[in-house]
């Protein structure tokens, strides 16, 4: 590559004599500014070279001392100066030396030199212009040709001459070339790019030199190939993102029962690489409301979290609230799905601050037709668990028990079927200040008078005149098996769950 021209090429090229030269005459020339007057040269910018005859600088010594420190301090490339006088060339050369400023004086006219040094600096432009296009070229050829990070590490090697790697947002080596290149330890001398796409940073592009040692076109080449690979892998990125968005539909309606053609079934678990031959259950792990806004972090975790410990042959995605999972269990015993659920709960009860969850399992079934029944089971499992134990549960729908028909009841059925069953009863016991409703808890629960009298700690003889005036209160006789097995349920669900009867 080649370098931007410089004020000790420039000098030399228009047969000027620097007079002020070391390494500030190295400095890139960027733009020329041609003197007008007096006041022209005065805000001359960075990059810039003033060319200016010895008449536009003041002939005070002070004041011309003052104009190049101005022009040092701005950053400015260098002076060009027309003079006939060699006295003020000398002088002007000494207080520039001193303020490591470069000064080029020739004898030539003002008007030829501005003519050469215009001319110089629009070639050096153009130059440089068709250097930028040819890198910018041969990483946009690599982006055209669907070329990846490989690809795009071997043109920069190319252009630099020197070995580089592509590393990841962890330092993993994505790319390096040549293929046999070492990637330096952290704190090695190398140049390095940040790859950054919007707000996503995926790494850095290293040249495993010293930073001062790439030129204009060196950084611009890092620049281009960390540009090209962010581009790749943001492309990639929503490749992945628009992948598992359309897997997600297509789980959704699987669950959903939506989708009935065996053969589409197949075509689609074949494409995402599923295996649905074999046996399946649905899990859902579900933020416990009220649901923040914090949701999208919160779902990441649990799916990263569920990835992570339902095994290898689990099928994941995110729903609304909720991350489902299509699990592979072994055996239909639901025991061991329930320790598949608790595996998640530890991992989630390590993971996730911000918010509770609840996890539900559906029973396992042996085709993806009946998915729909294991996901309403598993929603199911979720409800119960809530309703009857609160937030943070774990459940599996075929351990559920009484739960999963009591569930499907409203309040109002239920808190009728209680006053139906115990009704009198419990406002017997609110009035009077008794407990005949946890001695009728006791009684069915043993169906021996002693065995309760024991448990109550009270006399056999007052339990059971407890149990006639339970008899008189309900207007029945505890005979009867009917209205008996009523009781115990209505007396399951006052003790469970929370209503009227509380």
């Not at 030829?112 to 250097?131: G, I, K, N, P, W």
């Not at 070995?163 to 704190?187: E, F, K, T």
């Amino acid at each position: 590559m080649t370098r931007p021209l410089t004020v000790a090429t420039l000098a030399a090229a228009i047969g000027g004599r620097l007079v002020a030269d070391g390494a500030a005459s190295a400095a890139f020339v960027e733009h020329v500014r041609i003197a007008t007057d007096a006041a022209s040269v005065e805000d001359a910018a960075a990059g810039e070279l003033v060319v200016a005859e010895q008449g536009q600088l003041p002939a005070d010594p002070a004041a011309r001392d003052a104009l190049v420190a101005r022009w040092r301090d701005a950053g400015v490339a260098g002076v060009v100066v027309s003079a006939a006088e060699d006295r003020l060339a000398g002088e002007l050369g000494a207080s520039a030396a001193h303020l490591g400023l470069p000064v080029v004086v020739t004898g030539r006219r003002l008007v030829e030199v501005a003519s050469d040094v215009t001319r110089l600096v629009l070639d050096a432009q153009h130059d440089r212009l068709q250097r930028a296009l040819h890198i910018h070229d041969r990483f946009a050829r690599v982006a055209a040709g669907g070329g990846g990070s490989g690809e795009i590490a071997d043109v920069l090697h190319d252009l630099l001459g020197v070995p580089v790697a592509v590393l990841g947002s962890h330092g993993d080596a994505i790319a390096v070339a040549p293929p046999d290149a070492v990637v330096p330890a952290d704190g090695a001398a190398t140049a390095r790019y940040p790859i950054v796409a919007g707000d996503e940073s995926y790494g850095h592009v290293v040249a495993m030199t010293d930073e001062a040692a790439l030129d204009e076109d060196g950084r611009l080449a890092m620049e281009q190939a960390a540009v090209a690979v962010a581009v790749r892998l943001a492309q990639a990125a929503a490749v992945a993102e628009a992948q598992e968005r359309f897997a997600a539909i297509s789980l959704e309606q699987l669950v959903a029962g939506d989708v009935v053609d065996a053969a589409e079934i197949a075509e689609r678990a074949r494409s995402f690489g599923w295996d649905l031959d074999r046996p399946r259950a649905v899990l859902l792990a579900s933020i416990d409301p009220p649901v923040g806004a914090e949701r999208a972090g919160v779902l990441a975790t649990i799916a990263a979290a569920a990835r992570a410990t339902l095994g290898r042959d689990a099928i994941v995605w995110v729903r609304g609230t909720s991350v489902a999972a299509l699990l592979a269990p072994v055996t239909p015993d639901p025991d061991e799905r329930r320790r598949v659920a608790e595996r998640l709960r530890e991992e989630l009860d390590v993971r996730l601050r911000q918010a509770t969850v609840s996890i539900g399992v559906g029973r396992r079934v042996d085709t993806p037709a009946q998915l729909a029944r294991s996901f309403d089971e598993a929603n199911r499992a979720v409800e119960v668990g809530r309703w009857a134990k609160g937030r943070h549960v774990t459940e599996v729908y075929d351990l559920l028990g009484l739960e999963r028909l009591l569930a499907r009841a409203s309040s109002d059925d239920l808190s009728e079927f209680v006053e139906h069953a115990i009704g009198p009863l419990l406002a017997y016991d609110r009035v009077n200040r008794t407990e005949l409703v946890e001695t009728f808890g006791a009684w069915l629960e043993t169906r021996n008078m002693a065995a309760a009298a024991r448990r109550m700690h009270v006399h056999y003889n007052t339990f059971k005149n407890r149990l006639e005036r339970i008899e008189e209160v309900l207007g029945w006789t505890v005979d009867d098996a009917e209205r008996l097995l009523e009781c115990e349920i209505a007396l399951y669900i006052t003790r469970h769950y929370d209503g009227p009867w509380r």
